[in-house]
């Protein structure tokens, strides 16, 4: 069993394509169901944590902008930790994902064991 | 009270207090004098009132004997009262006489001091419920291996294995320190839950055995809820969870001692009192900012005391049990969150989650499945059923099994 980072992420900005408040209370249902059907079948690996949504970031020339959104509009919704035996698997939980309906994505990275 | 039941429960009730008042005051070392002391209080009783009837004050006769004998043992090993006299200095400097306090306060701190001793994790859990139900409940080495199943010998070596383990640790019986309490008393609730569970699901046919042992998980975790250091969120929740659980205790078992499952159960039989003790007790629960899994599990038992099906009882129990895994898998959660995600989001749906879960040493597993393809498709049902069967070794679900095959067979 190997660990896979799952991150989401979706345009926070375009108005036009944000979900209406019903639409996103909607979606909470989904999101809550994905997330227990992964926990019902023991493949959260790490707690799941919530994240702040308005963060910081650091540029190259290390000035501070708040907002998590750089050039890109596209931010980080979320991650979670799961485990999965390989890259097949992990991408057959990410296709349940609300954030698919959303317009957004799902960024799958395996972690790496082993000595550096 | 009936002559004959005083005796016996005079011991269920007082056995455990002066135990714990003996063993708070002796230490760890010499729980068997505490023990001994306190069976010779009772061999007395059994003895004296069969003769001379019973006295008027019951209780306070047997804390007079208890007293009497503690003085008597220590004059008569006195190298045991110098000892105790030294570790004991608080009761030491205040008379030349070693003082046996079996007020209500020395009561209740003595059995909180147990409890934290009992649930000690040198021990492992089962060892843990074992020496709970012995010394903090009264219960006999038979009684004790009736409720495992299992026989006196196995029990007996277990509950003294125990008592050398916390000895060899050095545990000192004390009161809990703010910080202990922290620290410990998720131990203390995973086995006060264990010992519930035992009584609550235990396949033993002996339904009077298995309240008492419900009963003594919610006595205990009533006195943590009287201690003020010990009345958390959390104990609340677990108390709730179980006066739920329990107020179906009349409605699950037959007269056979089998099982009635949930959908059969005659709801006129459900404890109200005990349901709204349920509800007052997850009311005490709701502050603080720490979810408890006894707080999500209450929360779930709270809507199992509901027997009408709405879809908002469904949709609460899911969303409920999605937040119990995330927390703390079980598989018997990712089974019982599978049936709930049948009721809200249909069958179909509910058989794919449930052929991921893939328990396939787990009878319930395939009686899930064999329900969730009734009426979708019943040869499947039909084999998910049998190979339930084939794997449990439960009469009670055996018979269920069978019961749902003939349904299925029949239509």
């Keep these: 069993m190997n660990e896979f980072v799952l991150i989401f992420r979706r345009d926070y900005i375009t108005k036009e394509t944000q979900p209406s408040p019903q639409e996103l209370q909607d979606s909470l249902k989904l999101w809550q169901d994905w997330l227990g059907g992964i926990a019902a079948q023991d493949k959260l690996a790490k707690p799941l944590q919530r994240w702040d949504g308005e963060g910081k970031i650091v540029t190259t020339n290390k000035s501070v902008i708040n907002g998590p959104y750089a050039e890109i509009k596209e931010a980080i919704g979320g991650l979670i930790m799961i485990k999965a035996t390989d890259y097949d698997e992990a991408v057959a939980i990410a296709n349940g994902c609300p954030i698919l309906d959303q317009g957004g994505n799902v960024e799958i990275r395996m972690a790496v064991t082993g000595t550096y | 009270m009936e002559e004959s039941q005083l005796l016996p429960h005079l011991f269920r009730t007082e056995y455990r207090k002066i135990v714990s008042v003996l063993c708070y005051l002796f230490g760890i070392d010499n729980i068997e004098i505490a023990e001994d002391i306190t069976n010779d209080t009772f061999l007395a009783a059994t003895e004296l009132w069969s003769v001379k009837g019973i006295p008027e004050n019951p209780t306070a006769w047997l804390y007079t004997v208890a007293k009497n004998k503690t003085k008597n043992y220590l004059k008569r090993n006195s190298v045991f009262e110098q000892k105790l006299s030294v570790e004991i200095k608080h009761t030491a400097n205040k008379s030349e006489e070693i003082e046996i306090d079996l007020s209500v306060k020395n009561i209740n701190d003595s059995q909180l001091a147990m409890i934290f001793t009992v649930c000690n994790p040198a021990n492992s859990t089962e060892a843990q419920i074992a020496l709970a139900l012995n010394l903090l409940c009264g219960f006999g080495i038979q009684e004790i291996a009736d409720g495992f199943l299992t026989n006196k010998e196995v029990i007996y070596k277990r509950i003294n294995r125990a008592k050398e383990k916390l000895k060899e640790a050095n545990i000192k019986i004390e009161q809990p320190t703010i910080s202990e309490i922290n620290n410990r008393l998720e131990t203390v609730l995973t086995t006060l839950y264990l010992l519930f569970s035992e009584g609550y699901y235990s396949t033993s046919q002996n339904t009077i055995l298995r309240k008492d042992l419900c009963a003594e998980a919610m006595r205990l975790t009533f006195l943590l809820i009287e201690n003020p250091t010990t009345n958390l969120p959390a104990v609340n929740a677990l108390l709730s969870l179980m006066c739920f659980h329990s107020s179906r205790f009349d409605a699950r078992i037959n007269e056979n001692g089998e099982t009635i499952l949930y959908q059969d159960q005659d709801e006129t039989l459900w404890n109200q009192e005990l349901i709204e003790k349920g509800q007052l007790y997850l009311v005490k629960a709701s502050t603080g900012n720490n979810l408890s899994k006894y707080h999500l599990e209450a929360g779930i038992a709270y809507w199992h005391t509901q027997k009408e099906d709405t879809p908002e009882k469904w949709q609460n129990i899911l969303q409920l049990y999605n937040r119990l895994l995330i927390l703390e898998y ?43 393809y009734t009426d979708i498709d019943n040869k499947k049902a039909i084999e998910n059923f049998e190979k339930a069967l084939q794997i449990t070794n439960s009469p009670a679900d055996k018979a269920t099994i069978i019961k749902n095959i003939n349904l299925i067979i029949r239509k």
């Design chain 2, 330 to 372: 079980s598989p018997i959660a990712a089974l019982n969150r599978t049936f709930a995600l049948a009721k809200t989001n249909g069958k179909k749906e509910a058989i794919i989650e449930a052929e991921k879960l893939n328990l396939t040493n787990n009878p319930f597993y395939y009686s899930l499945l064999g329900n969730l």
